[in-house]
């Protein structure tokens, strides 16, 4: 017996920082309102409606809209809007039926047969296939294609060979058996499976046009989707534009006409915008959030995900454990978030946030406990300790580096203070322009970086995998083959309650050794004009417009 959909669902939990909005106009109506009439018998007159645009603020140019290389937040909200997996998020953040119309598991949980709705399109025309499924989930998994997200894949039989070059592609267990029946087969049964599927890496490509044009992703005359919206103008590093995609298969569900996306990377340039009316959502200014949060406008939403930075273990003077310790005790988390962000984030006290509930209905993090906070005498005395082991007269010099924004300035500038302050370390401070930043970080030419994460799915593993040895996601150059271990059994475990005790001891390992460390945990605080409804930012998930509406 197979079983449906509907029995296997995933919810999830947490809080969060992401806002995103922008353009002219914004919460108004557009200027397509065409002159009504009478008809020749003179009784009636027809107002057309208005077209509905709404103006969004993506903050920078997408790192790419191929769904297998754009693995980041600026990439990932448009994406989710212009493209569609086989399954989707719920407006109650649930995996459902998408692009596929029905899903059967086998009674061992290893099997998944997807099958594809008969009017799904994509949106030059072309009905989505089950290959179109194969092509793209292979696109991720190739090595050549260096994906970031293709660790997520390590779930489907095969797949984790085919990406470290240790097998072939004929050996991934995913297949068309028809032009309308997609099937995968797992290592193991993954009760977060549909769930990790909605992440945009699974999403399907147009084999047809990428094998004609393998840069298809690249501009709006040449890209094709699949979801609720197209991408009709993209002017890189300016803006680009969505209009409703009238092949998408359930195009009478979405309200919009248009989202016209802006680049604003300024705070304070977005705030000012909302309020002039060119833009319909805005994120909070650090300097204005205490007056803001009574807002009746402000909206403070869930998102599963932490800010943090890295060490480079193989720079000195990082490569000393202690040292690393010294460090992470020097900073205060609490003044960070009450001081300089102030939007009401929790301060962090290990890697895993808030808001995953173990097989014994206790929070992680309360389970884990704290494992992080700010201890001055406890930072002095291991900075003292690791230079003696080094035999440091004095410290190689640091510096700390991060990507452009107002905000991740702040927070440097604060780091270093208390470097100076605890330690009497001078710290110097490098600004790098995001996409450079985001290359070189994984190159590894950063002592000590920023960094954040957002869950792709709703399970711990899915940040604790981040930093097993070779990762694309761990850039830190540390590497420990206990860790490793761990995490590959964490895979493998089946009784939930040993899987959670694994899952804790992970989080200590990782607090310990002290590649990374953490500052706070997100909540996100948008503000949202009145006239705008129905947007949903999911707390394990990337904004979605498909519900959206602009009065």
């Given at each position: ?40 018998t003179?009784?009636?007159?027809e ?7 709404l ?26 809007n ?12 649930l ?45 991720m ?37 028809e ?8 290592n ?61 298969w ?5 309200k919009?006409?248009?989202v ?34 009574d807002?009746p ?139 450079v ?74 607090l ?31 904004m ?8």
């Amino acid at each position: 017996m197979k079983k449906w959909l509907s029995l296997f669902v995933v919810a999830f939990f947490i809080l969060v920082l992401s806002a995103c909005t922008a353009n002219k106009d914004a919460g108004q109506s557009t200027s397509t309102e065409k002159e009504s009439g009478k008809e020749e018998t003179g009784t009636t007159t027809e107002t057309l409606p208005t077209e509905k645009v709404l103006h969004l603020n993506n903050g920078n140019e997408p790192t790419s809209f191929d769904p297998s290389v754009g693995f980041d937040a600026v990439s990932w909200n448009a994406l989710n809007n212009i493209m569609e997996g086989l399954v989707r998020l719920s407006k109650d953040h649930l995996a459902e039926p998408a692009t596929a119309e029905k899903v059967d598991i086998s009674d061992d949980g290893l099997t998944y047969t997807f099958t594809l709705r008969e009017d799904a399109k994509w949106s030059n025309g072309d009905p989505v296939l089950a290959s179109d499924f194969v092509f793209g989930w292979l696109h991720m998994l190739d090595p050549e294609t260096a994906s970031p997200a293709s660790f997520l894949g390590y779930f489907i039989e095969g797949a984790e060979a085919y990406n470290n070059g240790e097998g072939s592609a004929d050996a991934v267990a995913i297949k068309a058996l028809e032009p309308k029946v997609f099937e995968v087969k797992l290592n193991a049964p993954t009760e977060a499976f549909l769930n990790i599927i909605t992440n945009p890496s699974f999403f399907p490509v147009n084999e047809k046009v990428a094998t004609q044009n393998p840069t298809w992703f690249a501009d709006a005359n040449t890209f094709v989707g699949n979801g609720p919206f197209k991408l009709v103008d993209w002017k890189h590093d300016a803006s680009f534009t969505f209009e409703k995609n009238e092949n998408y298969w359930d195009a009478s569900n979405v309200k919009l006409d248009k989202v016209e996306w802006a680049m604003i990377n300024d705070s304070n340039t977005e705030y000012q915008m909302y309020q002039t009316g060119e833009l319909d959502t805005s994120g909070v200014p650090s300097e204005l959030a205490e007056s803001l949060m009574d807002n009746p406008e402000l909206k403070n939403e869930d998102q599963a995900g932490l800010y943090f930075y890295r060490f480079n273990v193989s720079m000195e003077p990082f490569t000393n454990k202690k040292i690393r310790q010294a460090f992470a005790y020097a900073v205060n988390q609490q003044e960070i978030v009450d001081y300089v962000t102030k939007v009401g984030q929790k301060a962090a006290e290990g890697f895993v946030p808030y808001g995953f509930i173990g097989p014994d209905g206790k929070e992680f993090r309360e389970s884990a406990g704290k494992l992080i906070g700010f201890d001055a005498d406890k930072a002095k005395a291991l900075l003292a300790e690791g230079m003696a082991e080094e035999g440091y007269k004095k410290l190689p010099e640091v510096t700390l580096t991060y990507s452009t924004s107002d905000s991740h300035k702040k927070i440097a500038e604060a780091l270093q203070s208390k470097f100076k302050e605890v330690l009497g370390v001078d710290v110097s401070l490098q600004n790098v322009e995001a996409s450079v930043f985001a290359a070189e970080q994984k190159e590894f030419k950063y002592q000590l970086s920023r960094s954040s994460f957002l869950f792709d799915y709703a399970d711990p593993a899915n940040a604790l995998e981040s930093f097993i040895t070779g990762s694309s996601m761990n850039r830190t150059t540390w590497s420990n083959a206990e860790y490793d271990k761990l995490i590959k059994d964490i895979k493998n475990e089946t009784d939930a309650t040993k899987r959670w005790a694994m899952l804790i001891q992970a989080d200590k390992l990782l607090l310990d050794e002290m590649p990374i460390f953490p500052l706070y945990y997100y909540n996100q605080v948008t503000l949202e004009k009145p006239s705008v409804s129905g947007i949903l930012r999911h707390p394990v998930g990337y904004m979605d417009l498909k519900w959206a509406d602009i009065k």
